[in-house]
């Protein structure tokens, strides 16, 4: 099973996020995925939705602010039913910053941890840690202590 369960969370970052075919998460998710991962920016954990859906959505989001994001899968080890995965994410934001901040016009990359629990052959659930903080300050978004602003 963990072959197959690495296969399907790699064919998730190289078909929706690089590829950017939003229609492969109707076949990489689950009806009822459950996201544990908080948005940047976000107060509350998702929880259970639409898995598909929510899915494109949040790409739509993502991609009208970096068009050009790719995910490069760095490493993934996969046990049982979960896969985790470090990935090093790039892209140049050329729309609105969470749809407030205005484009910087400026590139970003930074690293990201995400697990994932296959069930079924499909995505069920999924948790991440983002290196956040690290993409601001590259967008300029967010200045480091004691160094005015550019």
Request: charged share 25%.
């Amino acid at each position: 099973m963990s072959e197959a369960t690495k296969e399907l969370v790699r064919r998730h970052f190289e078909e929706i996020w690089n590829r950017k075919d939003l229609a492969a998460a109707d076949e990489h998710m689950a009806q009822d995925y459950r996201e544990h991962a908080i948005a940047p920016f976000g107060q509350v954990e998702p929880g259970s939705d639409n898995g598909p859906a929510a899915m494109r959505e949040t790409a739509q989001w993502l991609l009208a602010q970096f068009p050009d994001l790719q995910m490069t899968i760095e490493a993934m080890v996969a046990e049982g039913d979960t896969v985790a995965v470090r990935i090093l994410s790039e892209g140049t934001n050329l729309g609105p910053l969470n749809g407030v901040v205005p484009p910087t016009g400026k590139r970003f990359a930074a690293r990201q941890s995400h697990w994932f629990r296959v069930e079924n052959g499909k995505l069920a659930e999924h948790w991440a840690t983002r290196e956040d903080l690290v993409a601001m300050l590259q967008l300029g978004v967010v200045q480091p202590p004691g160094r005015p602003p550019s």
